[in-house]
């Protein structure tokens, strides 16, 4: 399944699609599973509870965002695929973070919990179709197709890794 074409997609997360070095997406999911692990164990431990300015997310906030962003992206995608055309609500990211507690879990839980549900977002696109990466349906009030959702989720992470790197490490 080739890259997906902007009409699949909301302007918004050509960002995010356009760092995704691979075609696949199933391949693009596969090679980051490492990248994810490795990196986030490369988190100094007293760098988990630190936010670069007033008012902006801890990076177990932020990484709790990342794990919460990829399972509304995978129920997304489950819900398209499965041909569900019921217009599929937005999120708001601000409401979330303090919502989480994340400051209360260790970055070994978070690390663990992210690294399953990547596992689980390959084994679900590895189940779909063709056909059904192709499906289409709405999401935030925009067109999104489930190959672009696979898209999101790999670029999402790799636009985090690079705040984190930048203004956190």
């Known amino acids: 399944m080739p890259r997906p074409n902007e009409n699949e997609f909301a302007p918004y997360y050509g ?4 760092q995704v070095k691979e075609n696949d997406i199933n ?8 990248v994810i692990e490795n990196f986030l164990k490369s988190i100094p431990a007293a760098k988990w509870n630190y936010a670069y300015a007033e008012g902006k997310w801890t990076v ?38 303090p919502a989480s507690e994340a400051g209360r879990r260790t970055a070994d839980e978070l690390i663990e919990e992210l690294i399953t549900v990547r596992k689980s977002t ?6 779909f179709t063709d056909e059904m990466l192709n499906n289409k349906g709405t999401a935030s009030n925009q067109p999104v197709s489930v190959n672009a959702l696979g898209f999101i989720t790999v670029g999402h992470f790799t636009h985090h890794k690079a705040i984190l790197e930048e203004r956190y490490l």
């Open 15 to 18: 960002r995010y699609i356009a």
């Open 27 to 34: 391949a693009a999911l596969a090679s980051q599973h490492t």
């Open 60 to 97: 177990k906030e932020l990484v709790q965002h990342i794990i919460d962003a990829e399972r509304i992206f995978a129920y997304r995608a489950l819900r398209i695929a499965r041909k569900d055309q019921t217009p599929l609500p937005g999120f708001e990211e601000n409401d979330y973070a």
């Open 122 to 127: 390959e084994l679900l696109f590895k189940s």
